[in-house]
């Protein structure tokens, strides 16, 4: 009787010990993911995309930073840029999945 207890006891400390590592590793695999796809998708991507479009619209006065320097750039030409690039990419993508 007394091994029955143990091993039920041993049961149900089971999922608890076994789970905690487990979604740790799972938590921190999500957070690299996230900041994997933050500072690579909409921190690079999208601006060397809206760069040449902004500029290409604004005829060659906006934005004011260079296709390179766009990790000096804050505020409102920064989201203009990146949203250019993002409704850039959107639209191809778009585009693209009619002819496939």
């Known amino acids: 009787m007394t091994r029955l207890n ?4 041993w049961m149900l400390d089971f999922p ?3 789970a905690r590592p487990v979604a740790r590793l ?20 999208t601006w060397y995309v809206g760069w040449p479009v902004c500029r290409a619209v604004s005829l060659g006065h906006f934005p004011a930073a260079g296709l390179h320097e766009g990790d000096e750039v804050d ?3 920064a989201l203009v840029v990146h949203a250019a690039g993002v409704l850039v990419l959107v639209g191809a993508i778009f585009l693209l999945g009619k002819y496939v």
């Open 26 to 45: 799972a938590l921190t695999v999500l957070r690299f993911i996230w900041w994997l796809t933050w500072e690579l998708w909409l921190g690079v991507v």
């Open 16 to 18: 608890d010990e076994f």
């Open 75 to 77: 505020g409102m030409p």
């Open 6 to 9: 143990f091993l039920e006891q």
